[in-house]
């Protein structure tokens, strides 16, 4: 009888290596716990791995592989006050594949803070306009995913930062004012450190991205039609 390929799975070892870091933030310890790292890098790059080949069973991505997809560990410290030279938490990224597909899919491990995550972080001005656009014209559709059931479930409400007045050249009164403000459009859910070492995070994490999915499927057709449906 052939053996059954368990789920992937984030290891408590990964957990208990980020609070070594934490507690010993130095090159030098770092060094001598090398392979140590290497080998907890190993299982998220197995963890990531399983997400990409579920991603790809309805979407297309770019990133050719769960290694590709994780952030080096090492911080960049060269315009931070904090010079701790580690990272203590595990992370990547997804991307979706041509122009058609916008929207990213990403991953967070920390003890305390884990999270997946998606959307857009940082829109380009003429992205912005875009978007703010198709939502002055009709906000119908973008309404209708924010409120459906599966969308609260897993993200409660679209997240990001936001205007305190109103964006340049729409009125206060406007009555979608409230979507109008944001300026990253983030979907969010956090774990418990329990969750996400038990066996159902890795289905959990999937049907997570899988939800965002619709809420992508809208943002790429605003940012690649007008607001008459004719593709720019």
Excluded at 75 to 85: A, C, G, H, L, V
């Amino acid at each position: 009888m052939a053996k059954l390929h368990s789920k992937p799975q984030v290891h408590s070892s990964s957990l208990d290596f980020l609070n070594q870091i934490n507690e010993n933030n130095n090159r030098e310890w770092f060094n001598a716990h090398k392979e140590e790292f290497q080998k907890e890098q190993g299982f998220i790059e197995d963890f990531a791995d399983g997400l990409l080949e579920a991603l790809n069973i309805d979407d297309v991505i770019e990133t050719p592989s769960g290694k590709k997809s994780v952030y080096r560990i090492y911080r960049d410290t060269r315009f931070s006050k904090d010079k701790t030279p580690y990272k203590t938490h595990w992370s990547g990224s997804f991307r979706r594949a041509t122009k058609y597909r916008r929207g990213g899919y990403y991953y967070h491990i920390e003890k305390g803070n884990s999270f997946i995550a998606g959307g857009f972080w940082g829109p380009s001005a003429q992205d912005l306009k875009q978007i703010r656009d198709h939502i002055a014209f009709d906000a119908t559709t973008l309404r209708e995913i924010l409120s459906d059931e599966s969308f609260v479930e897993s993200f409660e409400t679209l997240k990001g930062d936001q205007l305190k007045t109103m964006p340049k050249g729409f009125s206060l009164e406007h009555e979608h004012i409230d979507l109008l403000r944001y300026k990253q459009f983030l979907l969010v859910r956090h774990f418990t450190d329990e969750e996400v070492l038990s066996e159902s995070f890795f289905d959990e994490a999937v049907k997570t991205f899988k939800n965002m999915r619709p809420f992508f499927d809208y943002m790429s057709e605003v940012l690649t039609t007008d607001v008459n449906g004719i593709e720019i």
